[in-house]
């Protein structure tokens, strides 16, 4: 599913109905939301798409204009909503289209992953990609190692009301 929305509680709303409805992936998989910069990681989903590639259905597309448009609450709202795991993937290092969002989402994930581990969520949960558009390949790769370490980490159990 992909969703194309800013406002923070149309995005809980969003990713809990899904959720709730058991969305593309299974109890027993983790749940993972992927907020995509739609110039570059977006694309490049769309590009493991057109190639073919699979990767797992349990990641779930949020359509970002940037991935500095990302807002803390954003990622603390997916996890409240019932993720087990949340990336951000946005432009290449340099080549954002807004100048310097891909910056400021490397330095929010930075900071919340410290906040992250204070209220008892492993860190590793949260991460951040750079994925330009001609990288398909690297999308599904990073949406399957996002899905293996979050797996290992376990489901997150106090979410799932």
């Known amino acids: ?57 349990n990641v779930h597309i949020v359509l970002m204009p940037c991935s500095g448009r990302v807002d803390d609450l954003f990622i603390l709202k997916a996890f409240e909503s019932g993720a087990d795991g949340v990336y951000i993937a946005g432009c290449e290092e340099g080549s954002c289209h807004f100048v310097s969002g891909n910056l400021r989402a490397k ?3 930075f900071f919340l992953k410290r906040i992250l581990e204070e209220i008892g969520i492993e860190p590793e949960r949260l991460e951040m990609f750079h994925i330009s558009a001609s990288q398909g390949g690297l999308f599904a790769r990073v949406a399957k190692e996002m899905t293996e370490k979050v797996r290992l980490l376990g489901i997150i159990k106090w979410n799932k009301s």
């Open 1 to 57: 599913m992909v969703v194309f929305s800013y406002p923070i509680a149309l995005l809980a709303e969003v990713v809990s109905v899904e959720f709730q409805n058991g969305g593309t992936s299974p109890v027993e998989e983790p749940r993972i939301i992927a907020f995509c910069c739609m110039y570059c990681a977006y694309a490049a989903a769309d590009a493991a798409g057109s190639m073919r590639l699979n990767y797992p259905p």
């Open 107 to 109: 330095r929010r994930v």
